[in-house]
């Protein structure tokens, strides 16, 4: 299930073409997408992909996994910029089809349930990109009693506050609360696509090679049927 690959570029060449194989066996497939640091190169790759008309994503849907609550489209912190700014501006993807949880939203239960019907509508997820947090965290379902299940509004972890502080000006600026896509959810995607750095090997021996709990959430994914692991060596 975990495939070691040598390094950052090899693990995003290989995530890429993956992803190239599924978008052209499937035009209109449903993507569900990650941000974070572990991604970029993954992204950088699709863009060059479609850059050399190897890639059309003009039929492509997508649905992130999170947005932080309190941070407009335009905040530059923010996942919907993010998305933008390393994908969805650099290919054919139609905005319409591109979907996240709304972090302004005014009743955040609300909008889970609207994100939760969404992703029905498209027919749920064919592949999801998945990273994972130091403390097992996808999406952002934290270590907890019990596993998610729908969209949920969560409140983040110093842990996590702290690993994402480096992207703001400082660790007061991180907002404490975030929606993100249950576990459940993930758990129904057809195909799952982990993606790993070297700093992650720990935390993802734990859960691929450790008990399934809760406490560590990530470690559900050795229930699910289809899952390819890459984590880098350097
Ligand atoms: C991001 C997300 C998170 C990240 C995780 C790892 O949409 O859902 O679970 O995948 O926090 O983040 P990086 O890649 O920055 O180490």
Do not use: W
């Amino acid at each position: 299930m975990i495939q070691r690959v040598d390094n950052y570029e090899e693990m995003s060449r290989i995530a890429a073409k993956l992803f190239q194989v599924a978008i052209q066996k499937q035009p209109g497939l449903v993507l569900g997408l990650a941000t974070g640091t572990t991604p970029i190169g993954l992204y950088d790759n699709l863009v060059e992909l479609y850059r050399a008309r190897e890639l059309d994503f003009h039929f492509v849907r997508t649905v992130n996994l999170d947005e932080y609550v309190g941070l407009t489209a335009a905040h530059v912190q923010s996942y919907r910029y993010f998305m933008n700014t390393h994908l969805f501006d650099r290919v054919n993807i139609q905005r319409d089809n591109t979907h996240l949880p709304d972090g302004m939203a005014p009743d955040l239960a609300v909008e889970c349930k609207r994100y939760d019907e969404m992703v029905d509508s498209l027919g749920g997820i064919d592949l999801q990109l998945l990273g994972i947090g130091r403390n097992g965290h996808i999406g952002f379902n934290e270590p907890a009693d019990v596993f998610s299940t729908g969209t949920v509004a969560v409140d983040l972890t110093d842990d996590t506050i702290d690993a994402n502080a480096r992207l703001f000006a400082n660790a007061g600026e991180v907002p404490k609360k975030a929606i993100s896509m249950g576990i459940k959810t993930i758990m129904l995607a057809k195909k799952v696509v982990l993606l790993a750095t070297a700093d992650k090997k720990d935390i993802v021996e734990k859960a691929f090679l450790g008990p399934i709990t809760p406490r560590v959430p990530a470690s559900i994914l050795q229930a699910h049927q289809n899952v390819t692991v890459l984590l880098a060596k350097e």
